[in-house]
């Protein structure tokens, strides 16, 4: 903290804090926010952590105009032992970078980022929620703030981060959904912001997610747009398929976001010596697999649920079940030593987890 | 104004008016503002006129992390008479809500915006210039702002216009300018949200409008995402190309934003009986058609320039010079039709014109 000077204004009015066992994700923030700005000529300045509360911008502001923003999401959680730690930070803040780089915003300094999410967390440490598969969603972004209508990116950013506690994504284990596999729409596509993680990917998907709950589906399985027929992600997770002893993960390929659950997912894999291969993938083979009986297990990765296993795919009127609509064995054990990890329950071979 | 009861509440601190003849792009704003809430389960409510200011948002409003948000752009004129004329704003009402519905954003009345921008500009009457080329540029726009980082439709939004007066976007007469084919980014696809007015088809395209002024371009030429060789449109205009006679535009596929300037030129060349195609047209017919000096002029259209001619083409280290770098003879005939009826010093054939 001494290298940065992160002011600090503490809260007069605290919250009280919601019931652990009835938290809904992302509805609940906590006493504090971290914010700094961004001004062309002066760098990222005045870091600062304040009091949990509305913004004020310009309604001129590029961010509602031109969406020229990006995010990232972690997680903080409660030990037995009552330390608070993360997963993997480090590869939020390359991601972070990453995405700036592709929507035309400055960088952020990793350690800075790293050092006002401590500060930030130190202040609000009693809203990590303690209750069993509770944990603290941390929202880091980055919005432009310039208020100015000129397509150009903006000469002005505020980074900030939020804080919110979330509830068990599965209150009664592992939940296998039905997948509805979209024809009409797609996500993003090559050359385009697909692996980026910015607000215009999330808006494009409504669409096709709101098409998908009326069929009576979880989510959509996107397939390429170029081709339409590769799998890509899904709903706004990354995907896995074990086909015949072998887990297949669509190969980043500029229009998939690179998780950092889907890169955990992967070296754990490796490290079990289980097959696996990162690659084009089509909905045909798919279907080829599972009428021959070697789709083994499907499952989606992201930072909410870590694991969403996929108990059956809706493609052109045939409905293919997997697994009996089941949780596999893999996609348990998968779910089991990451989350184990990240509480610090099982040992952390790959050094991924860091104590704040 | 009747049927909707608008609010209104002027500013007891009027703003200075900038220099008429030193308007920038974008940068002035009027000193009004119109706002009009949505709530789920009651539909949109309280519209109001009030002083322009800035907005407050809880930071976890989904704008900023999920970018759903529309917008819309069209001009105000003052005539010579004093009157002040819209052009073709129930064009601009259509594609909103077309946009709003690819956004999973509810509905706004056509009604309502047109009264609500009618009550608008008549407190910020004076806003509207009357030097040369001078005008009022209107930015309506819808904003997501339930605080809830769920991945899912917002259940609140704001509806909004703000008001900037503009510069004459041509000083010296009509400028060619030189524009890069773009091969490495895409800015949309089908079945993704390129026909919509949406924020993250502009920072999408931030990138690659960086590196085509590093070569030193002045915009892009954005190719299709699929095959990467089919004209989709210029900077964020629709482009047109005069190839043997004939005008040929890229027909609407699902990428392309519906212009309404495209619109309007389009009518106005088939009622002056020049040949039009609206169809596909590949980079490799452009290129051909310029080695056989067939290629005999090219524009993009849009709501800031009207017509802005293309001067040359760069595409593969090679430079297609068009019509000797200067303006055609076609796209002067139609930027003085457009501009002389949309400033009522032409007839107005096709009724584009309203006066408010």
Redesign the interface.
């Known amino acids: 903290m001494s290298k940065h000077t992160i002011s600090i204004t503490k809260t007069t009015n605290p919250k009280p804090r919601p019931d652990e066992n009835n938290l809904v994700?992302?509805?609940y923030?906590s006493d504090h926010?971290f914010i700094m700005d961004y001004d062309a000529g002066q760098g990222w300045h005045d870091p600062r952590v304040v009091p949990?509360g509305?913004?004020?911008?310009?309604?001129?502001a590029k961010?509602?105009?031109?969406?020229?923003?990006i995010?990232e999401g972690l997680k903080a959680y409660r030990t037995d032992d009552n330390r608070v730690v993360l997963f993997r930070p480090d590869e939020n803040w390359k991601r972070l970078n990453r995405s700036n780089d592709?929507?035309?915003i400055p960088a952020v300094d990793p350690e800075i980022a790293f050092e006002a999410l401590c500060a930030l967390i130190d202040v609000d440490r009693e809203w990590v929620p303690s209750a069993p598969g509770t944990s603290l969603?941390i929202?880091p972004?980055v919005?432009a703030t310039e208020?100015?209508?000129?397509?150009?990116?903006s000469t002005k950013y505020m980074f900030?981060i939020?804080l919110?506690p979330v509830g068990a994504y599965y209150s009664e284990g592992l939940n296998p959904v039905p997948i509805h596999v979209e024809s009409?729409?797609?996500?993003?596509?090559?050359?385009?912001?697909g692996n980026a993680k910015?607000?215009?990917?999330?808006?494009?998907?409504?669409?096709a997610?709101?098409g998908a709950a009326a069929l009576g589906y979880s989510q959509v399985l996107w397939l390429d747009?170029?081709h339409?027929k590769y799998i890509e992600e899904v709903?706004?997770m990354n995907v896995f398929f074990k086909i015949n002893g072998t887990v297949v993960t669509p190969a980043l390929n500029g229009s998939i976001l690179e998780g950092i659950t889907r890169k955990s997912v992967l070296q754990l894999l490796r490290s079990w010596n289980i097959p696996v291969e990162e690659r084009e993938l089509s909905i045909d083979e798919l279907v080829e697999a599972h009428r021959n009986g070697k789709l083994e297990e499907a499952f989606g990765t992201g930072t909410a649920a870590v694991i969403s296993p996929i108990g059956a795919l809706h493609y052109q009127d045939e409905k293919l079940t997997i697994n009996e609509g089941k949780t596999g064995e893999l996609s348990s054990r998968v779910y089991d030593t990451i989350t184990g990890i990240q509480r610090t329950e099982l040992p952390d071979p790959f050094g991924w987890v860091v104590e704040v």
Do not use: W
């Open positions: 994700f992302g509805k923030y926010m949990y509305n913004i004020s911008l310009d309604p001129a961010v509602f105009h031109y969406g020229q923003t995010f592709r929507l035309s969603y929202r972004y919005i208020p100015q209508l000129g397509v150009s990116p900030m939020i919110c009409e729409y797609v996500r993003a596509v090559k050359g385009g912001v910015t607000a215009g990917n999330y808006a494009a998907s409504l669409k997610q709101e747009g170029v339409r709903g706004s």
